[in-house]
Every structure is written in structure tokens, then in C-alpha cells.
């Protein structure tokens, strides 16, 4: 069968479509680049997503430092990601860069800081 | 007020525009510069937009607003490019004299140029002229985003929004995570104004549905929203009677387009484009106003901050042979959007070297080309398989294909 997807990896935002029998993923056309496949493969076989939240700061020139992970997740592990990203509380200052949380669910991704917070 | 101070060149904005301005001028050799920013920090809109996306054509990875901001604020600091923060501009002179409000007072600088990279705002409510009461809850995509990523407030839970840009989708995708319910992305247009790659990532994964030529007509409730009224439109975008469906929410998000901020530019007597509502400049980014250049979304919105950063590039190579030979090689040969353009910059070119072309279509395009001619001759041509007004396209138009005085035509073929 013909899948139709939207690639989301650039801006671009190629029209690409798939041949998929259910199990394994036949010919892709469409793409302007090699990440379109791979994005199709991906998407046809175990979707998943990066995320970009933000996490409560104590003592800071704002209360939030905004933070999003290191690799994608599996698109049904968002909600659950997200969730026990909330329980997070960080004290200021807080730096940009900074590894918050180490494989978040058990999956190979880190929640990492990427607006810091000044102390207040 | 003392003695005006003297300067290379003054940079009006520590967004992403001025801050690549600022970095490039610096590292051509003209070191004595300031960036003037209203805010509290630099980097502009960046820090609010915490999704991921940005840099990939800069950087070839994908970042996170802040953390593309923060790639240019450490240039900034690594070269000690000063820079003044909470300093409004307010007014900007033909004779090159900059007034800004700041913490120390009114302060004056007599600059060699002038760059303009205010960036641009949101279009409101104001603008749209829905009819219906003006209860609270009714807020731009952007201020939305600021609520949420910078000051830790929830707008709303049942959440309309009204137009599909980039930022409107994006705050759909966000009030979602948030715990909010979005009902829907109303569009007056037959196809959407925002990336299609937004249009899966943010709408279509959560189940958000999006409404093509559909717009709100009614605003309903007294102190806070308690639902709009949405109606189908023509093909002229004018509501159909009969379609209207009421809508019970308590917020409604404006995603509906972003204006260049040119207040200043207009008072130091610039010459603004109808199409682009940013100021006509030549190749070298440079104004009607010679030594007042703009680049960024001040000049024209952009769709990618990697092109706002790329722009300001080119604008500061400009900037620095200006300072140095005290003017530029003359623009005379103008360029004409044709059919199918929305808007071209530059506006003037001099038809002495290659020049970038960097421009919009104004509807959705299958299968098309961007053909640039001077008389019907063809100079270059750029064929496309998919064009929106969404995307913004840049293309090169080599020197010795450039005829003199005659003006250049892009159009879709």
C-alpha cells in the first residue's frame, strides 16, 4: 500500500511517499535528501518525536528555564515525558547546556537546559 | 543632554538580525560599534520560541530558539561588542544621529551608519476588525508564547485559534503539552500560511483539526471569552450566511500574520515597500537614506532565522565598505515582482555583481518555475515542484547575466 507523509525534519518539508506492506517498508520517492527516507522508515515503524518544554526555576530572573531532549522519543512516550519533566524543580542560576535528567523514561535521551536562568 | 558620541555604526535591535549584524561588522574591522536593545537581554523573539528547528542551514543541527540566540550573544561577548540593554530608540535621524531612551538617561550617537533590525510584531485583533464584545482572553500567538515559555502563565484551557502561521501552530502543538484543549486552527485562506512541516508536527500528531477558508465573525462574552462564532468564506473570503457555528471556548490565539516594525525608519524618511511594509533598499541592504541600511524582519518577514542571520551578513559587508569609501556603487536597475510574487528584495541593484534574490510567491504553486527576466530575456530560473507563500525562496542572479538599466522581472512560469 501507498503511504503519503510530510517530512518534518527541515523546512523544506518534502512530500514523500512510501510503499509499506504492513511489516517492512518498500520504495520511498519524493524526498530532496537522504534524512526524508530515513524520517519515513521511521515514521512507517516506531514514530518518534523530540520535545521542548520548560521546567520551574526557584530564585531566578524568570520562573522558567526552557529545556528539550537530547534525541527523540517514541511519539507515545510524550505525554509520560512530559509529565515527569514537570516534577523537576531547578534552583537558579541555571545554565544552558545543563543535563538535567539522564535517560528520561529509561529511553537514550536527556533532558538538557537551553534557556538558562539568572539568580534573581 | 550631553555631547552626541561618535561612532561607527549603531545597530537598533539584539535580535537574531542585529546580533549577526553586529558579530560580521565587527570581524570586517569596525570595532567601534553598539547594539542599542530595548529589552532586558539580547537575542529578541528567540527566547521565547523554546521548540526545536532552528539552524539547520546556520549550524547543520537543529536548536532550539535560545540556544541559536545564544551562539550569537557569545560572539558578542567573545569580541566585547558593546551593547546597551532596556535602551528604546526613539528616533533615528536622516543625519545619522540616533536618540535612545535608557537607564542613564537620553543619550545621543552621531554614527557613520545606521542599522536597522527592529524585527517585526504581531498583527491584533485591532487589525482584523472581527465585530462582537472585547471580554479578556482574546491573544496574539506571540504573547501566548510568552505567557507560557517565559512567565510560567496558562492562558486559557479550551483554546481557538485563528490563522495557521508557523506560531500559531506552534502554540497549538505547546497549549496541547500544557494541558490545554485546542478545538481547532481556523484559516480565511484556501491553503494554510505556515510551513507543511508545522501542519504535521504541530497539528496533525495532536489531532488538532485545521479549518481552510474558515474565519471567525463573531466574538461573544462579557469579562472573559466565553465562545466565537466561526463561519465558512467564499472564494472572495467573505463569510457565507448560513454556515456560522458557535465555538464554547475561553481563549482565542491570533496567529494572523507579523508587520516589520518601521517606525523609525519611517521618521529618519526611508522610502517603505507597499508589499514587504519594510523599507526599499538596494543590494546593499541600504535605504533611501544613504547610511541608514535595514536588514532582518524589519526589512521583510522572514520564515527561517538562519536567512535573518545570513541577511544581516551580507548588510554588514555592505556596512563596512560604506564606512570605509564613504559610499556604494550606485543601484539604478530596479527589480519588479511579476506575476505570481508577493515581494522581491533588493528592491534596486546595481547590475555590477551577483546579486541574491530573496522573495515570496503569493498563493500556492505546482510545478512552476521563478523565472528572473530583464525584457523578456531570461537570466535565471529556479524550477520548483511545490512553492507556498509559506516558504521564502532566494535565488542568485549572476553579474555578467544583468544587462545595464534595464529592470529586472521575477515572476512564476
Request: net charge neutral.
Amino acid at each position: 500500500m501507498t503511504k503519503e507523509f510530510t517530512c518534518i525534519v527541515c523546512p523544506n518539508g518534502c512530500q514523500i511517499t512510501a510503499q509499506w506492506d504492513g511489516s517492512r517498508v518498500g520504495e520511498i520517492s519524493g524526498a530532496l535528501c537522504p534524512r526524508g527516507a530515513a524520517y519515513v522508515s521511521q515514521e512507517l515503524t516506531a514514530p518518534k518525536r523530540n520535545i521542548a518544554t520548560s521546567v520551574r526555576v526557584q530564585g531566578g530572573v524568570l520562573p522558567l528555564a526552557s529545556v528539550r531532549l537530547t534525541a527523540p522519543i517514541p511519539k507515545e512516550a510524550i505525554f509520560p515525558a512530559l509529565q515527569q519533566i514537570q516534577q523537576l524543580t531547578l534552583t537558579a542560576p541555571v545554565e544552558a547546556g545543563t543535563v538535567i535528567l539522564r535517560g528520561l523514561l529509561g529511553y537514550d535521551s536527556d533532558v538538557i537546559v537551553t534557556r538558562g536562568c539568572e539568580k534573581a | 543632554m550631553k555631547q552626541p558620541k561618535q561612532i561607527d555604526a549603531v545597530i537598533v535591535g539584539g535580535g537574531p538580525a542585529g546580533l549577526a549584524a553586529a558579530v560580521a561588522l565587527f570581524d570586517h574591522g569596525i570595532e567601534n560599534i553598539i547594539i542599542l536593545e530595548r529589552e532586558a537581554q539580547l537575542g529578541g523573539i528567540l527566547r521565547q520560541c523554546i521548540h526545536d528547528g532552528f539552524g539547520l542551514t546556520r549550524f547543520s543541527q537543529t536548536l532550539s530558539g535560545p540556544e541559536y540566540a545564544q551562539r550569537f550573544i557569545d560572539a558578542v561577548e567573545k569580541r566585547r561588542i558593546p551593547y546597551l540593554l532596556k535602551a528604546s530608540v526613539l528616533e533615528v535621524s536622516a543625519d545619522k544621529t540616533v536618540t535612545a531612551a535608557t537607564r542613564d538617561g537620553l543619550m545621543q550617537w552621531k554614527a557613520g551608519a545606521v542599522i536597522l533590525t527592529m524585527g517585526c510584531r504581531e498583527r491584533t485583533r485591532g487589525a482584523l476588525a472581527i465585530p462582537g464584545d472585547r471580554p479578556a482572553g482574546v491573544f496574539t500567538a506571540g504573547v501566548v508564547q510568552a505567557y507560557i515559555n517565559l512567565y510560567n502563565r496558562m492562558p486559557g484551557k479550551e483554546v481557538v485559534i485563528l490563522g495557521s502561521g508557523d506560531i500559531g501552530m506552534i502554540m497549538a502543538r505547546r497549549l496541547t503539552l500544557e494541558g490545554a484543549h485546542v478545538l481547532g486552527v481556523f484559516e480565511v485562506q484556501p491553503y494554510p500560511s505556515g510551513l507543511p512541516r508545522n501542519i504535521q508536527q504541530c497539528l496533525l500528531d495532536f489531532d488538532i483539526p485545521l479549518h481552510l477558508s474558515h474565519t471567525v465573525t463573531q466574538i461573544h462574552g462579557k469579562s472573559r471569552l466565553t465562545g466565537v462564532t466561526i463561519s465558512q468564506v467564499d472564494d472572495k473570503m467573505q463569510p457565507i450566511p448560513g454556515t456560522e457555528t458557535f465555538y464554547p471556548c475561553d481563549t482565542l490565539v491570533l496567529s494572523v500574520g507579523l508587520i516589520p516594525e518601521n517606525e523609525l525608519t519611517i521618521d529618519a524618511g526611508a522610502v517603505l515597500d507597499s508589499r514587504t511594509k519594510g523599507a526599499d533598499v538596494d543590494e546593499n541592504y541600504q535605504t533611501s537614506v544613504p547610511g541608514i541600511f535595514a536588514a532582518g524582519n524589519v526589512l521583510h518577514v522572514h520564515d527561517l532565522v538562519d536567512f535573518v542571520s545570513l541577511e544581516a551578513e551580507r548588510l554588514a559587508a555592505s556596512v563596512a565598505v560604506y564606512l570605509r569609501e564613504h559610499q556604494l556603487p550606485c543601484c539604478p536597475i530596479p527589480v519588479i515582482p511579476g506575476d505570481g510574487i508577493g515581494h522581491v528584495i533588493p528592491q534596486h541593484i546595481s547590475g555590477q555583481r551577483d546579486v541574491s534574490l530573496s522573495l515570496r510567491v503569493n498563493r500556492p504553486f505546482e510545478n512552476a518555475a521563478i523565472v528572473v527576466r530583464q525584457q523578456g530575456r531570461a537570466l535565471c530560473r529556479k524550477p520548483l515542484r511545490k512553492i507556498a507563500p509559506a516558504q521564502m525562496l532566494e535565488l542568485t542572479v549572476k553579474a555578467q547575466q544583468i544587462a545595464p538599466e534595464q529592470a529586472l522581472e521575477v515572476s512564476v512560469e
